[in-house]
């Protein structure tokens, strides 16, 4: 196996989808791109890859281009070709309507919860166990169709939280990567729902 972490945010490729809701994958990857100096320059298995160091370990960041509905195309073809051992060493990004805009959810194992990219994910690995971290874009309103509504943007004030969830997601992925993910979900799994009560 190689010794490096895969680290997958998930999102649809075009220009007519960017910062939408179901793009919270890609923009938070972008962001642990920046903050560690990491330049998406390469294209494989039907993904856009940048590779680098993330506290001294190996990692590729990974935004798949095959549509969300086929994540799982992408992350299979890469975890065969670099032989990366999907159980410990792949990491999903993606939004989740059931969580509050911004509030983080860390994972090891799990369904897909409704989440069409990750049942595709789960139907090629075979299995449900791979790290995730969830990014909460807020609940559907009830007159608005879910589609619409994952595909819509961010009011202003969502837009805010998302970057600090995207924030605290960089630095959960730094713990993650160095084998300490029950770690970062004690540090991180409630910790905008903390800070939005203690505003109260």
């Known amino acids: 196996m190689v010794s490096v972490y895969l680290i997958a945010g ?5 220009r007519e989808y960017e910062n939408t809701r179901h793009n919270t994958g890609f923009s938070v990857i972008d962001v642990i791109a920046e903050k560690n ?11 856009l890859i940048g ?3 993330i506290e001294g370990e190996r990692v590729m960041l990974v935004k798949p281009q095959t549509f969300m509905n086929l994540s799982g195309e992408c992350l299979r073809g890469l975890t065969e070709y670099y032989k990366i051992d999907e159980r410990t060493r792949l990491i999903v990004i993606y939004d989740d309507v059931n969580l509050d805009v911004g509030q983080l959810r860390i994972r090891k ?3 897909a919860g409704g989440h069409n990219g990750i ?3 789960i139907a090629h690995m075979g299995h449900d166990v791979f790290q995730r971290i969830k990014v909460g874009i807020g609940k559907k309103p009830d007159a608005w169709d879910m589609i619409d509504y994952v595909l819509g943007h961010f009011n202003e004030a969502e837009r805010k939280k998302i970057a600090e969830g995207a924030v605290l997601a960089e630095k959960a992925v730094r713990l993650m990567v160095q ?3 029950d770690a970062a979900m004690n540090a991180y799994n409630q910790v905008l729902q ?3 009560k203690q505003e109260v």
């Open 10 to 14: 998930l999102g649809n490729p075009g």
């Open 37 to 47: 100096g990491i330049v998406f320059s390469e294209r494989r298995q039907k993904g």
């Open 51 to 53: 590779k680098g160091t």
């Open 109 to 111: 194992k799990g369904s």
């Open 119 to 121: 049942k595709n994910i």
């Open 179 to 181: 084998g300490k993910t």
């Open 194 to 196: 903390r800070d939005q």
